[in-house]
């Protein structure tokens, strides 16, 4: 967050003094590897001449930044440090590489835009537990309020169907609170989106007893119905291409629908469910409703899902 309470204008988050440094093949060892045993530190290997460096510095500079503390920026440029760059088999600029505990643990390479940069970051600080180091109280509130942003950045990538990235923010959450009940249900989202039911089922064998009894745990087990009757269907992509083709074409709308479903993406489904409802009310019976209803049935009557689109459907039948 930007703002702070109470002011008007948004203001710009200051790094500490020492969160963005320039590394040298002498100092790497301690401002890198020995630092990392405290907190996670980022190393940007970058040169003047690259062009696509000089695109992702700023950006990543920025999210360190924002970052307040919880990781560090340590920024290696490979031409005043070749020998450096050689040992750790950099064969392309920009790389980034995040080390924790003395080892490297993520990467990248090249200019990634913003959000996928701050999904790096998010899933690394979340990772090692989140907070900045020596923040007061340790992980605690610093952790919370770290896990609160990450599955936020990983409710965004999941909307825009970057389901291996939302897939990999949400397991940084779990990894850290095995009780986050929103990042079970995102994680799996994400998993079914991908066709790995087994792997779902297989999850919620591992969700703790006390949350069974939670709504987006049943909405997660309705999911996995959905995803079950999904399983013979066409891919999606074939049947997208077909509602493009004719709009009209409900058999292949709910069709469709039925596919989003049963993939980790019932709000789209239930939004074509809704479309072919304005376009022909009376269609196959009432069968667009009919599958509503079976949804709210499957997701459970106090999902957040069924409640926001049981006011959608009877804005649509009374207007």
């Given at each position: 967050?930007?703002?702070?309470?109470?002011?008007?204008?948004?203001?710009?988050?200051?790094?500490?003094?020492?969160?963005?440094?320039?590394?040298?093949?002498?100092?790497?060892?301690?401002?890198?590897?020995?630092?990392?045993?405290?907190?996670?530190?980022?190393?940007?290997?970058?040169?003047?001449?690259?062009?696509?460096?000089?695109?992702?510095?700023?950006?990543?500079?920025?999210?360190?930044t924002a970052a307040?503390?919880?990781?560090?920026?340590?920024?290696?440029?490979?031409?005043?440090?070749?020998?450096?760059?050689?040992?750790?088999?950099?064969?392309?600029?920009?790389?980034?590489?995040?080390?924790?505990?003395?080892?490297?643990?993520?990467?990248?390479?090249?200019?990634?835009?913003?959000?996928?940069?701050?999904?790096?970051?998010?899933?690394?600080?979340?990772?090692?537990?989140?907070?900045?180091?020596?923040?007061?109280?340790?992980?605690?509130?610093?952790?919370?309020?770290?896990?609160?942003?990450?599955?936020?950045?990983?409710?965004?990538?999941?909307?825009?169907?970057?389901?291996?990235?939302?897939?990999?923010?949400?397991?940084?959450?779990?990894?850290?609170?095995?009780?986050?009940?929103?990042?079970?249900?995102?994680?799996?989202?994400?998993?079914?989106?991908?066709?790995?039911?087994?792997?779902?089922?297989?999850?919620?064998?591992?969700?703790?007893?006390?949350?069974?009894?939670?709504?987006?745990?049943?909405?997660?087990?309705?999911?996995?119905?959905?995803?079950?009757?999904?399983?013979?269907?066409p891919d999606t992509a074939t049947l997208?291409?077909?509602?493009?083709?004719?709009?009209?074409?409900?058999?292949?709308?709910?069709?469709?629908?039925?596919?989003?479903?049963?993939?980790?993406?019932?709000?789209?489904?239930?939004?074509?469910?809704?479309?072919?409802?304005?376009?022909?009310?009376?269609?196959?019976?009432?069968?667009?409703?009919?599958?509503?209803?079976?949804?709210?049935?499957?997701?459970?009557?106090?999902?957040?899902?069924?409640?926001?689109?049981?006011?959608?459907?009877?804005?649509?039948?009374?207007?």
């Amino acid at each position: 967050m930007s703002e702070l309470i109470g002011l008007k204008a948004p203001v710009q988050p200051q790094a500490p003094a020492d969160v963005i440094i320039d590394g040298t093949e002498a100092t790497f060892a301690q401002d890198v590897i020995e630092a990392s045993m405290q907190q996670p530190i980022i190393v940007d290997f970058w040169a003047e001449w690259c062009g696509p460096c000089k695109t992702l510095g700023p950006v990543i500079e920025k999210v360190v930044t924002a970052a307040a503390g919880a990781v560090k920026l340590v920024k290696i440029d490979t031409e005043s440090n070749q020998q450096l760059a050689m040992q750790m088999r950099i064969q392309s600029i920009p790389t980034v590489y995040a080390f924790y505990q003395g080892q490297p643990v993520d990467g990248f390479m090249g200019a990634l835009p913003e959000s996928q940069v701050q999904a790096f970051v998010d899933k690394l600080i979340a990772a090692a537990g989140g907070g900045a180091a020596g923040a007061a109280g340790g992980v605690g509130a610093g952790a919370e309020a770290s896990a609160e942003d990450v599955l936020e950045r990983a409710d965004t990538a999941l909307a825009e169907r970057q389901n291996e990235q939302a897939r990999d923010l949400y397991r940084a959450v779990l990894e850290q609170d095995q009780t986050n009940v929103k990042a079970y249900t995102g994680f799996a989202r994400a998993m079914l989106a991908e066709g790995r039911l087994a792997e779902v089922q297989s999850l919620m064998e591992q969700v703790p007893e006390e949350l069974l009894a939670q709504p987006e745990i049943i909405s997660l087990a309705g999911m996995i119905g959905l995803a079950e009757q999904a399983a013979s269907l066409p891919d999606t992509a074939t049947l997208q291409a077909a509602v493009d083709a004719n709009a009209n074409d409900h058999g292949a709308r709910q069709t469709l629908a039925q596919a989003l479903l049963g993939r980790g993406q019932p709000e789209a489904g239930a939004d074509h469910l809704l479309e072919i409802m304005r376009r022909d009310r009376e269609w196959n019976d009432d069968g667009a409703r009919q599958a509503l209803l079976a949804l709210f049935d499957a997701m459970g009557q106090s999902a957040p899902l069924t409640v926001a689109y049981r006011k959608k459907l009877s804005a649509l039948l009374f207007s």
